[in-house]
Every structure is written in structure tokens, then in C-alpha cells.
Nanobody
Framework: EVQLVESGGGLVQAGGSLRLSCVVSVFTFEDYAVGWFRQAPGKEREGVSCVSSSDDTPYYADSVQGRFTISRDNAKNTVYLQMNSLQPEDTAVYYC??????????????????????WGQGTLVTVSS
């Protein structure tokens, strides 16, 4: 069974930085695409960033492009999200997700027929103004 455990959330002032980590408990981590999603209060879950199993060019939401960086360390079964220049609108619960298919991570929030194999439990990021 694949499990994801996120960490690194917290309270930060606007303009600050945080780095989220997600440890993926699976023997074949290198075969999984991984991504980060977030859900703000009263809003639907949205995709933030994802990267393929082969660590190709990552995807970013327009709202975080240039401020957030996703990376993965296959030796540690870990995916990271470096978040810089944080703004109050970035406040949300951030979820890590993994699936063998990058396509599923890209479209899961817009295609009701698509599911992702596994989600983490989420970590709260709060950005104060």
C-alpha cells in the first residue's frame, strides 16, 4: 500500500518562504509521478505543481509560476515544494499526491472521471498579511 506523509506547513508572514516535504512509502517511487495540490477554505482543490517519474519539465499553476519549485529525490522517496514570496492567497491545506501517470495528476481536478492513486493527509500553510 502506497502512503504519503507531508510535512513542513506552518505560519509565515507574507513574503516569506516554506518548504514542504512529502515522503512516499512505495518500493518503486521512481515509477510514480508526484504532485502538490491545495485547498483553501470554501474553495475546491486545485493543482499547484506536478512532475513526472522521469523528472521532466514540471507543471505549475499560473498562480505559483516563478514562486514555487517542485523537486524530487528518488533516493529518499521524497518530493519537495519550495514556496517563496508567499502571499495570503496561498493559505490552504497542501496535499501531496502520487500516481503512475502524470496525466492523472494534471487533470484530476478538472476531470471527474479521473482518480489519483494516493493522496496525503495534507499540511496547513497559513500566510499572514
Amino acid at each position: 500500500e502506497v502512503q504519503l506523509v507531508e510535512s513542513g506547513g506552518g505560519l509565515v508572514q507574507a513574503g516569506g518562504s516554506l518548504r514542504l516535504s512529502c515522503v512516499v512509502s512505495v518500493f518503486t517511487f521512481e515509477d510514480y509521478a508526484v504532485g502538490w495540490f491545495r485547498q483553501a477554505p470554501g474553495k475546491e482543490r486545485e493543482g499547484v505543481s506536478c512532475v513526472s517519474s522521469s523528472d521532466d519539465t514540471p507543471y505549475y499553476a499560473d498562480s505559483v509560476q516563478g514562486r514555487f519549485t517542485i523537486s524530487r529525490d528518488n533516493a529518499k522517496n521524497t518530493v519537495y515544494l519550495q514556496m517563496n514570496s508567499l502571499q495570503p492567497e496561498d493559505t490552504a491545506v497542501y496535499y501531496c499526491a502520487a500516481d503512475p501517470k502524470l496525466h492523472n495528476l494534471v487533470v484530476v481536478t478538472t476531470d471527474k472521471d479521473v482518480n489519483v492513486e494516493v493522496w496525503g493527509q495534507g499540511t496547513l500553510v497559513t500566510v499572514s498579511s
